[in-house]
């Protein structure tokens, strides 16, 4: 592992698509995406709008669910 293993990217689309490879992977590997979207990997590479953004992801959508998007929209609102 290199010192440069943990650098986060400096475009804000590619920590994006970086954050939501990782919910994906996450997802898949069957931990609830509340928790994954708490991630320190995700939350440091999203800005300042948080979370949303991922869930606008297409590929996030398509794997989730567009029902299941829609109420963690709403759980992460009223947080």
Known sequence: MS???DVIPTSPQRREEEAAQHVLHEVHA???L???LQDSYVTERTEADGQQPILD???VTAAIGADI???MRR???EA
Do not use: G, K, S
Request: charged residues 45%.
């Open 3 to 5: 010192d440069h293993d």
């Open 30 to 32: 069957d931990r609830h």
């Open 34 to 36: 509340h928790d994954v």
């Open 57 to 59: 992801h297409p590929e």
């Open 69 to 71: 998007i829609a109420d």
């Open 75 to 77: 759980m992460l609102d």
